[in-house]
């Protein structure tokens, strides 16, 4: 996984609090970064997570409507789906040649770092140094929520259909490998995300397997679209060329493009999620919510977009403009971002965002804050909704006959 889908939460199944004297909390070190993975179901969760300076000082990920989630899912409905004696869409020989594509392991090698890591990250000062060091951060810790949920998939689903399976391992190998290197471009900034407490504190939100095809096919394909188009502006004007992460992007970009696919393909097999009145309203919701997220998201950091030499909001038009473009050769039904209205409502929403942010800011008594808010999220709400009901695209197809490119550039 690579975008965040932090806006979507249809339900929430486990949200207990868990008190911050966490012991892992108190005792994280520095450069105890482990790859483990712990059931969503068997998870206390916490709000939290520990990240650790060389000095020990600790600060924390601030939670917030727009933080990337880890999620969990009905796996004995999963296992229902992946079953070929039931389910007769399955095109296994689909699965096979995909499983012997992720065998391939284009990028075994690519994630290799060099000095120039640390050099540049020591030359970075500022507010971009900040903004940086968030980004870094968010991307990891979208990157290890796809690892969790993927890994947890490959387990669950090993003796009901092993190719699917191993297919979603070989997809947990990758996002583990990209989390990794997020969190080594961390220790660069002298500080780490302890993925162990993470994994263990963080509360899981839950979806339906439906809803994890449409949220991860589209954040696997936004994910593409970002990194892409990053890359190729940076390569393009490398003067704005701040880190030398971003010179991984293109490959690493290839792998949230097969991931994508890979949803593409499972969607196929359930026609049910695709052919019908209820999966064109879903499907427009679940892209809502995905463009949404982003927009609002990175219209808050500014600094980092233009600190890369971009321009924010052209940049989030034209990645989401080629997401729904994607999206449309598989969900029935897309938005019409391409209608200029599209965009006026986000900037309106924009705007209804950071009145929200500050009436949550300086004194005042938590429900004059709260007072304060009610119109904004009416107001938010009716731009989502007139946004939701604009005319939408009516798109997709489950009689593909091949697969999408494997490389797109
Ligand atoms: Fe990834
Ligand atoms: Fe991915």
């Not at 911050?20 to 969503?40: D, G, Y």
């Not at 989390?179 to 471009?185: E, M, V």
Request: aromatic share 14%; proline share 5%.
């Amino acid at each position: 996984m690579a975008a965040e889908m932090a806006m979507l939460k249809p339900v929430s199944k486990f949200t207990p609090k868990l008190g911050t004297n966490c012991p892992r909390s108190q005792h994280a070190k520095f450069f105890t970064i482990t790859m483990s993975t712990a059931s969503p179901q068997r998870t206390t969760a916490a709000t939290t997570a520990a990240k650790v300076s060389k000095k020990s000082g600790k600060t924390q990920i601030q939670e917030t409507l727009l933080t990337p989630r880890f999620y969990t899912t009905d796996f004995d409905e999963m296992e229902t789906l992946f079953n070929a004696e039931i389910n007769k869409n399955l095109n296994q020989s689909e699965f096979e040649a995909l499983l012997q594509e992720f065998k391939t392991d284009y990028n075994q090698t690519h994630f290799v770092r060099n000095k120039e890591f640390k050099e540049a990250a020591d030359k970075m000062q500022g507010p971009l140094r900040q903004i940086f060091v968030e980004f870094l951060e968010r991307s990891c810790t979208a990157e290890f929520s796809g690892f969790l949920l993927y890994k947890e998939l490959g387990r669950r689903l090993k003796k009901t259909n092993p190719v699917v399976a191993e297919i979603f391992s070989l997809m947990s190998r990758d996002e583990a490998r990209h989390a990794g290197f997020l969190n080594k471009g961390l220790s660069d900034f002298n500080l780490a995300l302890d993925l162990g407490f993470l994994t263990k504190a963080r509360k899981y939100t839950f979806f339906k397997p439906k809803f994890i095809f449409y949220a991860t096919y589209l954040s696997e394909k936004i994910g593409y679209w970002r990194y892409i188009t990053i890359y190729r502006h940076l390569k393009a004007n490398p003067q704005y060329q701040p880190y030398p992460i971003f010179k991984y992007f293109e490959n690493w970009c290839q792998d949230e493009n097969r991931h994508g696919d890979f949803f593409s393909a499972l969607l196929k097999a359930q026609p049910q999620f695709l052919n019908d009145w209820k999966a064109k309203l879903w499907s427009r919701f679940f892209c809502l919510s995905v463009y949404v997220t982003m927009y609002l998201n990175d219209c808050q950091r500014t600094t980092f977009y233009e600190g890369i030499g971009l321009n924010t909001k052209e940049f989030d038009m034209h990645v989401i403009i080629e997401t729904n473009r994607t999206t449309a050769r598989i969900f029935p039904a897309v938005l019409d971002v391409e209608n200029p209205e599209f965009k006026r409502k986000l900037d309106r929403m924009v705007e209804i965002n950071q009145k929200l942010i500050a009436a949550g800011q300086g004194d005042g008594s938590p429900l004059v804050k709260n007072l304060k808010r009610i119109p904004l999220v009416a107001a938010l709400a009716s731009e989502l909704l007139a946004a939701y009901f604009m005319p939408p695209i009516e798109s997709g197809s489950v009689d593909f006959a091949d697969f999408e490119p494997r490389l797109v550039y």
